[in-house]
């Protein structure tokens, strides 16, 4: 089973710039697909985007395309997601997940504990 942990978080202003990343831990964990959900206050946990383990098939939610990018590092069995342009209503925790990529949480073995994303306007 792979354990992740993200790291990254913060409180930033519209309009800037933030990068998360997740670190995996375990025998397959650099051999999964990869995705970043996300819960804001009151929601229920949504997709963002997702990586295959190879790194060349990417995804992205309509809300977050062209402003994030998802990307891997398997020799530091890590992901990132890089955000530019945040925006208000990208408030929320941050997940990191391992699985089968796709926008249903119940493809995924394995989640991380999150990290928050706070934007202020």
């Known amino acids: 089973q792979v354990q992740l942990e993200e790291s990254g978080g913060g409180l930033v202003q519209a309009g800037d710039s933030l990068r998360v990343s997740c670190a995996a831990f375990?025998?397959?964990?650099?051999?999964?697909?990869m995705a970043w959900f996300r819960q804001g206050p009151g929601k229920e946990r949504e997709f963002v985007a997702g990586?295959?383990?190879?790194?060349?098939?990417?995804y992205y939610a309509d809300s977050v395309k062209g402003r994030f990018t998802i990307s891997r590092d398997n020799a530091k069995s890590t992901i990132y997601l890089e955000m530019k342009n945040l925006k208000p209503e990208d408030t929320a925790v941050y997940y990191c997940?391992?699985?089968?990529?796709?926008?249903?949480?119940?493809?995924?073995?394995?989640w991380g504990q999150g990290t928050q994303v706070t934007v202020s306007s």
């Open positions: 997940a391992a699985g089968v990529v796709s926008e249903h949480p119940s493809t995924y073995k394995s």
């Open positions: 375990g025998r397959s964990a650099g051999s999964s697909g």
């Open positions: 990586i295959s383990w190879s790194g060349t098939s990417t």
